[in-house]
């Protein structure tokens, strides 16, 4: 998609060509480059780099630029030759790395990509462990179901731009195309020096194949560019995508959307579009199929990044304020093209969500409150390495349009039909490589299983000759991922998939290790809800040397340590926001084996909330007068005692409640000496008196409606006789 691609860093911002600018050294060269480059004048631009690399100036300023223009214009195989380039120079930055990666992608080269794309992520901050891209994995889930769809190039393409079909009724589509060469060299434009963009129609055969093309008449084509666009449902009224009458401060023509009337076969009255800008390119509208909601593309600010997909609603004849999307369809990169089928389901173009190089196209099923769940890639063949766009179906869900510059095609983007046999389906994967700790080396033909957290097995599999295992998962569930080798302790890993539809893929590499000495092992998760915990410092102290060592937990909570043989630890967890816990692991008496610390305590965690309180389950009182703790009571403050003492900067209030029966003072005196009690049992056990203050507050706050004068039961009455904790402070 050389025309759509070379427009993505400020979404289809075009220009008027310009003239060469005259020879001269190297220098003079790479100067007029930079004019025509900072005016996304791309293909003159290149023109001048070229020149100057030819005569010597292979700089790292040169060959970015070279990368830069050829990516822009479309021309990725050049870009890789470039950006191998541009990687190599020691004062490279991050997005050179990911640029990079975005080449090879596009190129088909996914394990090289992959490899560029993780050197990129190690470079961002990370919680947890190391980022993964998956960009071969992904690259095999959307390669499997080549069968879903059937593609069909179709006669009306030229070596030219064709591209952006939308219906017009049900027997003609309009198209965008440059095929128009007959005014000259002056409709040429400089980014990509092809002809300018105009609108087209073609009649629509029931096999799906598409008439002579007609050039719109009237006023929906201008002298500069126009489309893609969009035509109401009754036919009546066309959106349409074009150069905005003004230039930018910086001198830069964007795009506008603008609406054209039908007038018999012309369309007349072009109207501009009430949010059109001329710092920030507006385009690629769409029409919701009731005509109440308009789409469409845009790099304004206080978007996500690159262009993002915003909608305007009806407010009775006037267009309401444009609302972005949200990161369930945009992305930090470019979203383009939206369309919206007869279901609801929005369709569109991105390079932000996994896919398989350049722009994919993505389906966006409906969700409440006109908003859309998280994309789902289409998938090949309708979807490659290269740049595949502007995807349209009728309202039986089977038959449509898209536009691809996929190779084998006429020339530029090409217009393809399509036919779609069974509706689309989000698929998750959990994959990862079993790696033999020893020697660093991915182990392949082992046998890998799947399993629920009760330990049934769900699946199983064998690692590739890379080492690399793969598997189907469901959202909201959790599993275990085990691994057995000879000669190895068993290895593992643990997977929730609350949050799975955001990447699609989880990533779970497996590590084995000999099968000799002691290793302590584990899993940590939240605590009354789904998940594991991710960055979690899990410390290892040896009670004897006081040797110690730490890890951080991954997206799967896990964490393993090598003990000493014979000896007593201390393992303490930690991490903001969470209750730290110390537990004691002995391994006196074991000389080989693994300590799985989940068979032993429940290893959930809860997060420390300020203000809210907790009640205790066993601290009663042996009579209605009492301030004696029985055994129980003292057995839950001991737990709270040690809590406090491992998390030391929390401050807590020691709440005693009673019910509103009798005398109120006389509740209000007993509570207070209660929660005395229950705060002199804590600092016995340890705790700072400074970090505690102790509160009774007879009935006066109550949890139910068994106020004085009402008639309630004895275990009405007893809720409100309760013990609670709550945190009032973190101290640094």
Same mark, same amino acid.
């Given at each position: 998609?050389?025309?759509?691609?070379?427009?993505?860093?400020?979404? $289809?911002?075009?220009?008027?060509?310009?003239?060469?600018?005259?020879?001269?050294?190297?220098?003079?060269?790479?100067?007029?480059?930079?004019?025509?480059?900072?005016?996304?004048?791309?293909?003159?631009?290149?023109?001048?780099?070229?020149?100057?690399?030819?005569?010597?100036?292979?700089?790292?300023?040169?060959?970015?630029?070279?990368?830069?223009?050829?990516?822009?214009?479309?021309?990725?195989?050049?870009?890789?030759?470039?950006?191998?380039?541009?990687?190599?120079?020691?004062?490279?930055?991050?997005?050179?790395?990911?640029?990079?990666?975005?080449?090879?992608?596009?190129?088909?080269?996914?394990?090289?990509?992959?490899?560029?794309?993780?050197?990129?992520?190690?470079?961002?901050?990370?919680?947890?462990?190391?980022?993964?891209?998956?960009?071969?994995?992904?690259?095999?889930?959307?390669?499997?179901?080549?069968?879903?769809?059937?593609?069909?190039?179709?006669?009306?393409? *030229? &070596?030219?731009?064709?591209?952006?079909?939308?219906?017009?009724?049900?027997?003609?589509?309009?198209?965008?195309?440059?095929?128009?060469?007959?005014?000259?060299?002056?409709?040429?434009?400089?980014?990509?020096?092809?002809?300018?963009?105009?609108?087209?129609?073609?009649?629509?055969?029931?096999?799906?194949?598409?008439?002579?093309?007609?050039?719109?008449?009237?006023?929906?084509?201008?002298?500069?560019?126009?489309?893609?666009?969009?035509?109401?449902?009754?036919?009546? *009224?066309?959106?349409?995508?074009?150069?905005?009458?003004?230039?930018?401060?910086?001198?830069?023509?964007?795009?506008?959307?603008?609406?054209?009337?039908?007038?018999?076969?012309?369309?007349?009255?072009?109207?501009?579009?009430?949010?059109?800008?001329?710092?920030?390119?507006?385009?690629?509208?769409?029409?919701?199929?009731?005509?109440?909601?308009?789409?469409?593309?845009?790099?304004?600010?206080?978007?996500?990044?690159?262009?993002?997909?915003?909608?305007?609603?009806?407010?009775?004849?006037?267009?309401?304020?444009?609302?972005?999307?949200?990161?369930?369809?945009?992305?930090?990169?470019?979203?383009?093209?939206?369309?919206?089928?007869?279901?609801?389901?929005?369709?569109?173009?991105?390079?932000?969500?996994?896919?398989?190089?350049?722009?994919?196209?993505?389906?966006?099923?409906?969700?409440?409150?006109?908003?859309?769940? *998280?994309?789902?890639?289409?998938?090949?063949?309708?979807?490659?390495?290269?740049?595949?766009?502007?995807?349209?179906?009728?309202?039986?869900?089977?038959?449509?349009?898209?536009?691809?510059?996929?190779?084998?095609?006429?020339?530029?983007?090409?217009?393809?039909?399509?036919?779609?046999?069974? &509706?689309?389906?989000?698929?998750?994967?959990?994959?990862?490589?079993?790696?033999?700790?020893?020697?660093?080396?991915?182990?392949?033909?082992?046998?890998?299983?799947?399993?629920?957290?009760?330990?049934?097995?769900?699946?199983?599999?064998?690692?590739?000759?890379?080492?690399?295992?793969?598997?189907?998962?469901?959202?909201?569930?959790?599993?275990?991922?085990?691994?057995?080798?000879?000669?190895?302790?068993?290895?593992?890993?643990?997977?929730?998939?609350?949050?799975?539809?955001?990447?699609?893929?989880?990533?779970?590499?497996?590590?084995?290790?000999?099968?000799?000495?002691?290793?302590?092992?584990?899993?940590?998760?939240?605590?009354?809800?789904?998940?594991?915990?991710?960055?979690?410092?899990?410390?290892?102290?040896?009670?004897?040397?006081?040797?110690?060592?730490?890890?951080?937990?991954?997206?799967?909570?896990?964490?393993?340590?090598?003990?000493?043989?014979?000896?007593?630890?201390?393992?303490?967890?930690?991490?903001?926001?969470?209750?730290?816990?110390?537990? &004691?692991?002995?391994?006196?008496?074991?000389?080989?084996?693994?300590?799985?610390?989940?068979?032993?305590?429940?290893?959930?965690?809860?997060?420390?909330?300020?203000?809210?309180?907790?009640?205790?389950?066993?601290?009663?009182?042996?009579?209605?007068?009492? *301030?004696?703790?029985?055994?129980?009571?003292?057995?839950?403050?001991?737990? $709270?005692?040690?809590?406090?003492?491992?998390?030391?900067?929390?401050?807590?209030?020691?709440?005693?409640?009673?019910?509103?029966?009798?005398?109120?003072?006389?509740?209000?005196?007993?509570?207070?000496?209660?929660?005395?009690?229950?705060?002199?049992?804590?600092?016995?056990?340890?705790?700072?008196?400074?970090?505690?203050?102790?509160?009774?507050?007879?009935?006066?706050?109550?949890?139910?409606?068994?106020?004085?004068?009402?008639?309630?039961?004895?275990?009405?009455?007893?809720?409100?006789?309760?013990?609670?904790?709550?945190?009032?402070?973190?101290?640094?």
């Amino acid at each position: 998609m050389r025309t759509l691609r070379s427009l993505l860093p400020l979404f $289809l911002a075009l220009l008027l060509a310009g003239g060469v600018l005259a020879q001269g050294s190297a220098d003079a060269h790479i100067r007029a480059g930079d004019q025509h480059f900072a005016q996304l004048a791309y293909a003159p631009a290149m023109q001048e780099y070229r020149t100057a690399a030819d005569l010597g100036a292979v700089n790292e300023h040169v060959s970015k630029r070279l990368a830069e223009c050829s990516m822009k214009l479309g021309d990725t195989e050049e870009a890789e030759r470039w950006y191998a380039l541009v990687v190599k120079f020691l004062n490279r930055e991050p997005r050179d790395l990911y640029a990079y990666a975005q080449a090879l992608k596009s190129n088909g080269k996914y394990e090289l990509a992959e490899e560029w794309m993780d050197r990129y992520l190690a470079t961002r901050p990370q919680e947890g462990g190391p980022q993964r891209s998956n960009i071969t994995s992904f690259a095999r889930k959307f390669t499997e179901e080549q069968d879903r769809f059937t593609i069909t190039a179709l006669p009306i393409n *030229t &070596p030219y731009t064709d591209m952006g079909a939308t219906w017009c009724g049900t027997d003609q589509v309009i198209f965008t195309s440059s095929r128009n060469e007959k005014v000259g060299i002056r409709r040429h434009a400089a980014w990509n020096d092809q002809p300018f963009l105009d609108l087209y129609r073609a009649s629509r055969d029931p096999d799906g194949t598409l008439g002579t093309p007609v050039r719109l008449e009237g006023k929906a084509n201008s002298p500069l560019h126009d489309g893609p666009a969009v035509c109401s449902a009754d036919g009546s *009224t066309l959106y349409l995508t074009r150069n905005s009458a003004t230039r930018s401060r910086k001198g830069i023509t964007r795009l506008g959307i603008y609406r054209a009337r039908r007038d018999g076969s012309s369309w007349s009255g072009v109207d501009p579009f009430l949010y059109n800008n001329s710092e920030c390119s507006v385009g690629h509208p769409a029409l919701s199929p009731d005509g109440k909601r308009l789409y469409f593309v845009s790099d304004m600010p206080g978007g996500l990044g690159g262009s993002d997909i915003y909608v305007c609603r009806d407010l009775g004849g006037q267009w309401g304020e444009p609302e972005n999307l949200g990161p369930s369809v945009n992305t930090p990169y470019n979203e383009m093209t939206p369309f919206i089928a007869a279901d609801g389901t929005l369709y569109f173009s991105s390079d932000g969500h996994p896919g398989l190089g350049g722009l994919d196209v993505f389906a966006a099923p409906p969700a409440a409150g006109d908003r859309f769940t *998280t994309a789902i890639n289409v998938g090949a063949p309708l979807n490659g390495p290269k740049d595949d766009h502007s995807f349209i179906i009728d309202a039986a869900g089977k038959h449509g349009y898209f536009s691809s510059n996929r190779p084998g095609g006429q020339g530029d983007d090409d217009i393809y039909a399509f036919t779609m046999h069974r &509706p689309l389906e989000q698929r998750f994967l959990c994959t990862g490589t079993v790696i033999d700790d020893e020697s660093g080396t991915p182990v392949p033909e082992v046998a890998v299983e799947l399993q629920d957290m009760g330990g049934a097995v769900l699946a199983t599999t064998t690692t590739d000759a890379r080492g690399e295992y793969s598997f189907g998962v469901q959202k909201d569930k959790e599993y275990r991922v085990v691994v057995r080798m000879k000669g190895r302790y068993e290895g593992s890993q643990h997977l929730s998939t609350e949050r799975i539809e955001d990447q699609q893929i989880a990533a779970r590499d497996i590590h084995l290790v000999p099968d000799a000495g002691v290793w302590l092992r584990g899993a940590v998760r939240y605590k009354d809800r789904l998940g594991f915990i991710q960055g979690m410092t899990v410390s290892v102290v040896n009670l004897s040397s006081f040797y110690s060592e730490s890890q951080v937990t991954g997206e799967g909570g896990d964490f393993s340590f090598r003990l000493q043989a014979n000896e007593e630890f201390e393992v303490l967890f930690e991490k903001a926001g969470y209750y730290s816990r110390s537990l &004691p692991v002995s391994s006196i008496g074991i000389r080989n084996g693994v300590i799985d610390l989940n068979g032993a305590f429940d290893l959930s965690f809860e997060p420390v909330e300020l203000g809210r309180p907790v009640r205790l389950k066993f601290v009663k009182w042996a009579d209605d007068r009492s *301030t004696t703790l029985d055994p129980l009571a003292r057995t839950e403050l001991d737990q $709270l005692a040690e809590r406090l003492k491992v998390n030391p900067a929390l401050r807590v209030e020691l709440a005693v409640h009673d019910d509103a029966r009798g005398d109120g003072e006389a509740r209000l005196k007993l509570t207070q000496r209660r929660a005395q009690a229950v705060v002199d049992h804590l600092v016995a056990k340890g705790v700072p008196k400074d970090r505690l203050v102790a509160k009774g507050y007879g009935g006066t706050r109550l949890v139910n409606h068994c106020v004085p004068g009402v008639q309630c039961t004895e275990a009405e009455h007893a809720e409100n006789r309760r013990v609670e904790y709550t945190v009032t402070e973190i101290r640094p």
